[in-house]
């Protein structure tokens, strides 16, 4: 996804002379390309990201689209206030690019795993946000918010996630991975290749299910979502994110009005506040925190016999 | 771009902008009179001799900008603005009221103000932004951002402390409003900054120390950027917390009090107003 990114971003960049990129010491192997290309258009800021976010805004305010890059929580959580009052509060053309979703940089520690951060990016006022599944959609997420002139959040993954589905027409819209409308599961980011394994093994139980990948959660496109679960039993929402604030909280918000609807059922990472996470790659820890493909087929198979 | 040639000369502007800020801190019962007086004679230095900015042509590319980096200091921030015609003065009277965009904090939804702070250690990278983007652009723009003592506690200035002479940015200029007193006591007892200079210093600033109330001063060293050394300024301005005002001056409870009716009379005058 990191390579997909900065590829498309260097096309972008190519076609359009005020596209500049920040970097908080961080993208080592992946952002050269764009340096040596671009050169007085990257800047390493240093380990220093309030300077950085602050900087997007003044360099955006003066008519250019800025990105800034770094991993997980640090160019989010790290300057929020920036992100709130310097871009979002101004409109600023700063585009707030994550690296490292979820457990993707797994054995770290919590310190660097993306868990809320889709849910706190997706309340500042007037920002997108984007969480690709596949590098299809990183691509067309660059490129969309290269041109949109509105701030930005873009989460990506970090390597070697395959492509998961057919040609990305439209990012905005949630894009069906797999047919099937009994049991639609809508997932957000590269945690959507488990929802086709288990759409697969819930399949070979007979269970009609389809997948859906959701990764315009900011605006979500509701109307599309209503029309892919227009004729579920249930609703399943999976994501490397805790359920509050994510695609979960979106979802169930949207349908919380209807009067008829179908159930949802959440499935996230759960909160671990003053716990220690243990070491482990990127799959031994969803499958810790209960994502795993059987996991998510047992949730799914008990949310079922309860309807 | 050039200045306007229908300003008054600074002590005037000053002194205009002061009883401007009086009047409506204390219509509006607002705060932060402290500090707008202490920063009034580099705001009317600024304004009626260096900065290139065009009332009616205030998003022009090649202009120079003013980041009021201390967002609390609106009320003299405003009557500069409309003094320079960016809004008419009659504006000021609704100063902090219901409805109005001029919050107490400053708004970049008001005409001539570049963008909108308040919470303390913004203003700097946004200025260094607007540095980078104005070397790039090679029009010839200048960008000066005004702090507040207090305000450099906050870390996220010494990020851009550290990056701005690293990059060579000379087009920056930033103004240090010092005027001793932050918003719960004196700086030297909340959180030291000495020794000031010495620190800009030694991150490689071209540094300037300076009686922030001395116009010719102000002058000289504001024209001065870019400077020669290719560094970028630093103006540690001295400046008495609510300058001009006898019973205000260098007393902490300015930072928050309005004046009465009759201390609102006995300031006008001390001002000239």
């Not at chain 1, 360099?59 to 790290?78: D, M, Q, W």
């Not at chain 2, 103004?175 to 210093?201: C, H, M, R, T, Y």
């Not at chain 2, 870019?226 to 560094?231: E, I, V």
Request: aromatic fraction near 6%; proline fraction near 5%; charge should be negative.
């Amino acid at each position: 996804m990191r390579t997909t990114f900065i590829e498309s971003l260097s096309q972008a960049a190519s076609e359009n002379p005020d596209i500049w990129l920040l970097c908080g010491d961080l993208g080592y192997s992946v952002l050269e390309p764009f340096a040596a290309k671009f050169p007085d258009r990257f800047i390493n800021v240093g380990v220093a990201e309030q300077n950085m976010a602050g900087m997007a805004a003044g360099i955006a305010l003066s008519g250019k689209t800025v990105f800034i890059y770094s991993i997980g929580n640090f160019p989010t959580l790290r300057c929020l206030e920036q992100l709130r009052n310097d871009v979002c509060y101004h409109g600023a053309d700063v585009k707030v690019v994550a690296v490292g979703a979820g457990y993707a940089y797994g054995s770290q520690g919590y310190t660097h795993h993306a868990l809320e951060d889709a849910g706190i990016m997706s309340m500042l006022p007037g920002i997108e946000v984007f969480v690709p599944c596949d590098p299809m959609e990183v691509r067309a997420a660059t490129r969309l918010i290269a041109g949109s002139g509105k701030p930005s959040y873009l989460r990506l993954s970090r390597q070697g996630e395959p492509n998961l589905g057919p040609v990305v027409t439209d990012l905005r819209k949630p894009r069906l991975l797999r047919e099937g409308r009994d049991v639609v599961i809508l997932a957000s980011g590269p945690i959507a290749s488990r929802a086709l394994e288990a759409a697969d093994a819930l399949a070979a139980r007979g269970r009609d299910v389809g997948v859906v990948s959701v990764s315009c959660l900011k605006p979500l496109d509701e109307a599309v979502i209503r029309e892919a679960v227009s004729d579920a039993s249930l609703i399943v929402t999976l994501e490397e994110h805790i359920l509050r604030g994510g695609l979960f909280s979106l979802v169930a918000g949207a349908f919380a009005g209807d009067a008829a609807r179908p159930p949802v059922t959440g499935i996230g990472i759960p909160e671990q506040g003053g716990k220690t996470s243990s070491a482990g790659s990127r799959e031994a820890l969803l499958d810790a925190a209960g994502l795993s493909v059987p996991a998510v087929v047992a949730r799914i198979e008990q949310a079922l016999a309860r309807r | 771009m050039t200045i306007p040639v229908n300003r008054p000369e600074p002590k005037e502007f000053a002194r205009r902008i002061r009883a401007h800020a009086l009047r409506m801190v204390h219509a509006a019962k607002a705060s932060h009179i402290g500090g707008c007086l202490s920063m009034a004679d580099i705001l009317a230095v600024l304004y009626t001799q260096v900065l290139r900015l065009d009332p009616a042509d205030p998003q022009a590319a090649s202009r120079d900008r003013f980041v009021l980096s201390k967002g609390h200091a609106t009320a003299i921030m405003y009557a500069t603005l409309a003094e320079c015609g960016f809004f008419s003065l009659a504006a000021l009277d609704s100063y902090c009221r219901d409805g109005s965009i001029l919050t107490g904090h400053v708004s970049h939804a008001v005409p001539g103000v570049e963008v909108s702070t308040g919470s303390l250690g913004h203003g700097l990278p946004i200025a260094i932004g607007m540095a980078l983007a104005a070397r790039s652009a090679g029009a010839g723009s200048r960008v000066f951002c005004l702090l507040s003592d207090g305000e450099c506690d906050e870390g996220s200035n010494w990020e851009g402390i550290l990056f701005a002479p690293h990059h060579k940015l000379d087009n920056l200029c930033v103004i240090v409003d010092f005027n001793k007193i932050q918003s719960f006591g004196s700086v030297a007892e909340v959180l030291n900054l000495d020794p000031f200079a010495e620190k800009w210093k030694a991150f490689g600033w071209h540094v300037e120390e300076i009686d922030g109330h001395d116009i010719g001063a102000l002058e000289r060293v504001l024209a001065a950027v870019p400077a020669p050394s290719g560094r970028p300024t630093v103006v540690i301005a001295h400046t008495v917390k609510g300058k001009g005002v006898s019973f205000m001056e260098n007393k902490l409870e300015w930072h928050y009090r309005s004046p009465s009716d009759e201390l609102l009379a006995q300031a006008l005058a001390e001002v000239g107003a």
